[in-house]
Every structure is written in C-alpha cells, then in structure tokens.
C-alpha cells in the first residue's frame, strides 16, 4: 500500500517551459486535492477534484490546470512555467465526506524551481 | 476571508518541556480545525482534529480544544520528545476550502 505517490520528486524548468506533474493514490478515495507551499506561507490549494470527472478552483489557481484521468490519478499541469511558480508541490487525497473534515493523506511533494 | 494564523517559530525546546503552539482563525462559518505535522522531507500527516465548538482532538500525547469563544485551537502537549521535532500546522476547512497556517517548526534538544 504506497499511499499517495507523486512524480516527479525534483524538477528544474527555464521560464516558459510546460511540464506535468503526477500524483496517483492507491486508497480508493474519491477527493483530490494539489497544493503549492511557500516559505512562511504554509499550503495553498490550487484545484481540487471531489470525485472522478469533477474538478474545481482553490485558493490559487492561475496558471495551473489539472486533469481527473481516473480515480486514482489527478495530474497537475504548468503550461508556461514562471519563476512565481517556483515552490514544492503536494498532492493529497481523502475519502469525500461532509464538508472537508475527512483526514487528508499527502505525497511527499515535488520540489519545482522555475528560473 | 477565512484564514489561520499560528505562532511562529522557530521554537526551541528541552526534551519533557512543556509544549504550546498557537493557532487562532478567522471564518465566516463553523469550521473543522486540525493539526498537520511535517517530518523532514516527508508530506504532512494529520495529527488531530476537532469538527465542533469545545471538542478535544488528542493523539500522540497532542492536545487541542476547539474553543469559539476565542476563535482558537492550540496545541499542546505535556512533554516534548527528540522525536517531536517537526513542522506543525494549523488548518480549518469550511464548505469546499482548505487553509493553513505559516507552519511552526519546532525543535526538540536532548
């Protein structure tokens, strides 16, 4: 049972570049969440998918989009990297309760400098 | 709009001191309120959590109380381990929303 994995766990882009990220979770939850944390920010969300075929804008979603490719997979997508974009980047999933009170589980991120 | 403030840190400690982080909110509803915990190079893991005004979430020795009246939810533990060191988070979610606090680190001397 890895939990929620993400690929890749380091990456360096030049401005202007478009890359994938992918996360995929193997405990059958329905939500799925990206976030970006910044030093002395802690952890924005930048779209979430409440379940298979849905996807909906968090706090931070500019430049972002991001694909539901099936339950288990939800991929987030920079199309034209900017150095604003420069942070770690988690994934986490849960199971889709009331309100968002079910625990998260979270990958172990993927560090992304953008010069 | 909804959002967490914590105490910052760093926070420095002797190994069995007494540990408090402090966490407040602002919201527009009732929210659910946790706390994350990040060990190096890891993703964070829940801690506890408490879904109602004066509930209790304790797990590991942690402690916090959702309390309205002063819109706060600190952590607590009565004696601190190496193994606590750590970043802590503080976090509400409120209809589809989810927002942290800044993180505290927190280091644990033997």
């Known amino acids: 049972n890895a939990g929620v994995t993400q690929t890749p766990k380091f990456q360096v882009l030049k401005t202007g570049q478009s890359m994938t990220l992918q996360c995929a979770q193997d405990?059958?939850?329905?939500?799925m969440y990206w976030y970006r944390q910044d030093p002395g920010m802690g952890l924005r969300l930048i779209y979430y998918?409440?379940?298979?075929?849905?996807?909906d804008k968090g706090e931070v979603p500019n430049g972002y989009n991001v694909s539901r490719l099936n339950k288990r997979e939800f991929s987030l997508r920079l199309e034209s990297a900017a150095p604003s974009q420069t942070s770690v980047y988690f994934c986490?999933?849960?199971?889709?309760?009331?309100?968002?009170?079910?625990?998260?589980?979270f990958g172990p991120g993927t560090r992304l400098t953008v010069l | 709009g909804d959002s967490v403030t914590q105490m910052e840190g760093p926070v420095t400690l002797s190994e069995e001191a007494f540990l408090t982080i402090n966490c407040t909110y602002t919201?527009?509803?009732?929210?659910?309120l946790f706390w994350y915990v990040q060990y190096p190079g890891e993703g964070l893991q829940l801690l506890l959590k408490?879904?109602?005004?004066?509930d209790k979430g304790s797990n590991k020795g942690f402690e916090a109380t959702y309390r309205k009246e002063t819109t706060s939810f600190h952590l607590e533990k009565g004696s601190v381990q190496v193994s606590d060191s750590a970043v802590y988070f503080c976090?509400?979610?409120?209809?589809?929303?989810?927002?942290f606090g800044a993180g505290t680190r927190l280091t644990v001397k033997p």
């Open positions: 986490a999933s849960s199971e889709q309760g009331q309100g968002w009170d079910n625990e998260q589980f």
């Open positions: 405990m059958n939850h329905n939500s």
């Open positions: 998918s409440a379940s298979e075929g849905t996807t």
């Open positions: 919201a527009t509803g009732y929210p659910s």
């Open positions: 408490a879904t109602k005004a004066d």
């Open positions: 976090a509400l979610s409120i209809k589809n929303d989810m927002r």
